[in-house]
């Protein structure tokens, strides 16, 4: 899917000014879906490029199929050019802390005046109400929004092993984008859309939410959680490996002692279906245990896919980079970097067609298509 006129938003024409992850990734999600994105840059590049630690492989993630420009929009000057090129676009995608695209002129009442069709994204910690003013974080907002209590132990709060809000705000801003223009085509105006950290995570723990309405107790944290299957769970097999296992059946209980040559628990009573088992999890989960230290993942696995029981490795994210259905099934693709190096990307989860959205363009060097995008602007307000 080389051509960007086979997708379905080209001809849309987005600029964003943002850092970090959530805004990257909804404009990210707009470029590769085949709109124009035009990442705007302060002097020096976005601080993002530079991060260390976690955070280096940011940039590179949520930034393909982007055009970059270098604009200081501190300056007059510079909030002058970028109002002329918002004019000219569809879509401004915006993360900044609350209030400042407005104290520079670039807020969504001064541009909707100019430009009535302009649909207006911003990605902040807070939808509208008392927190709206708060600078959040993506753990700040796993801790406020229960997160960080269902995943942890009880007493341990544990964040999320990924920026789950940052990345699920930029989906959502993306959703916005889609609603927004669809409506435009209908009212000829467009409209402000807000994303926000705190409401995205709530959203994760709405099932929670639910849970303690309908019962009135409230939900323990998963790893106390009450199971609604006896065997579900992580188990220690030979050689210290792990392996899930979710038999969530009666079925597929049978099937695994079958494979386990262990026939003799389906005749034990206590193990009589579902409820019972769940009953005496702690005791069926111990004894098979003891059967499975003996077993090794490389024989059980492909036995439990082609039996049909739900299994899964403990996989580490460096050893995903050679998964072979990533591999196969084109989700992982190459890309050039910045510095003219190549380097493996994780495309949408999604096909259009059969066909998956991928890399159109190198990943732009700091403001690569400056002259390209600005030029005539900046000539015509000199």
């Known amino acids: ?185 209908i009212t000829g105006r467009g409209q402000e859309v807000q994303s926000a950290l705190f409401e995205n995570c709530v959203f994760l723990v709405s099932q929670h939410m639910q849970q303690y309405l309908m019962t009135g107790e409230a939900p323990p944290p998963m ?17 210290g490996e792990q392996l899930f296992i979710g038999a969530v059946s009666d079925k597929q209980f049978a099937t695994l002692c079958r494979l386990l040559e262990r026939e003799d628990l389906l005749a034990r009573p206590e193990y009589a279906g579902n409820a019972a088992r769940v009953a005496v999890r702690p005791q069926l989960l111990q004894e098979l245990g003891e059967i499975l230290r003996k077993v090794s993942v490389e024989s059980l696995a492909p036995q439990l896919e082609a039996c049909g029981v739900p299994y899964a490795p403990i996989s580490r994210p460096e050893q995903l980079v050679d998964d072979p259905h990533l591999k196969q099934s084109g989700g992982l693709a190459p890309m050039q970097t910045e510095d003219g190096g190549t380097t493996d990307v994780v495309l949408l989860p999604l096909t259009l067609g059969g066909r998956r959205p991928g890399v159109r363009m190198p990943l732009p060097k700091i403001g690569e298509h400056t002259e390209e995008v600005l030029g005539a602007i900046k000539a015509s307000i000199s």
């Open 1 to 185: 899917m080389s051509s960007s006129t086979t997708l379905p938003l080209a001809g849309i024409r987005v600029v964003e000014f943002t850092h970090m992850v959530m805004g990257p990734t909804c404009g990210m999600i707009l470029a590769d879906l085949g709109a124009e994105v035009i990442k705007v840059e302060p002097p020096g590049g976005d601080k993002t490029r530079k991060l260390p630690g976690l955070g280096i492989g940011f940039f590179r993630s949520f930034n393909r199929n982007k055009k970059s420009v270098v604009l200081d929009i501190t300056t007059e000057e510079g909030q002058a050019t970028a109002a002329e090129l918002i004019g000219q676009c569809d879509v401004v995608l915006e993360n900044f802390r609350p209030g400042l695209m407005e104290k520079l002129g670039l807020g969504y009442a001064a541009l909707a005046a100019r430009y009535p069709k302009l649909v207006y994204v911003s990605h902040k910690g807070f939808l509208p109400g008392p927190y709206e003013k708060r600078l959040a974080l993506d753990e700040v907002v796993q801790m406020m929004g229960g997160l960080s209590y269902m995943t942890g132990p009880e007493g341990r709060p544990l964040r999320a092993g990924t920026s789950v809000n940052d990345i699920m705000g930029g989906m959502f801003g993306a959703i916005g984008v889609l609603a927004a223009l669809r409506e435009r085509d």
């Open 223 to 239: 790893p106390s959680r009450v199971s609604a299957w006896s065997v579900y769970d992580v188990f220690t097999l030979a050689d």
